[in-house]
């Protein structure tokens, strides 16, 4: 029998829609998005050679949790 191991633990299961309203971790999420971006550009073996546009970047910052 499958039982769930969350029962008795302290846990928050994972909500992909969750959007966080505490504005030093809204920082610290778009600054990691904005690094990685840059990481990417400097990467010679990566295929981005040029930054996102702003709706793509937009899109980027939101699958890293740093959404509006």
């Known amino acids: 029998m499958k039982t769930d191991r969350y ?3 302290n846990a928050r299961r994972f909500d992909p ?3 966080t309203t505490l504005p ?3 920082e610290y999420l778009t600054k990691l998005a904005t690094d990685l ?5 400097a990467d010679p073996e990566a295929k981005r050679t040029r930054r996102r546009r702003e ?5 980027f910052r939101e699958a ?4 509006l």
């Not at 971006?37 to 550009?41: F, L, P």
């Open 64 to 67: 890293h949790g740093a959404g």
């Open 17 to 19: 829609q969750w959007e």
């Open 24 to 26: 030093s971790l809204r």
């Open 37 to 41: 971006q840059e990481a990417e550009i």
């Open 55 to 59: 709706a793509a970047f937009h899109k």
């Open 7 to 9: 029962v008795d633990e």
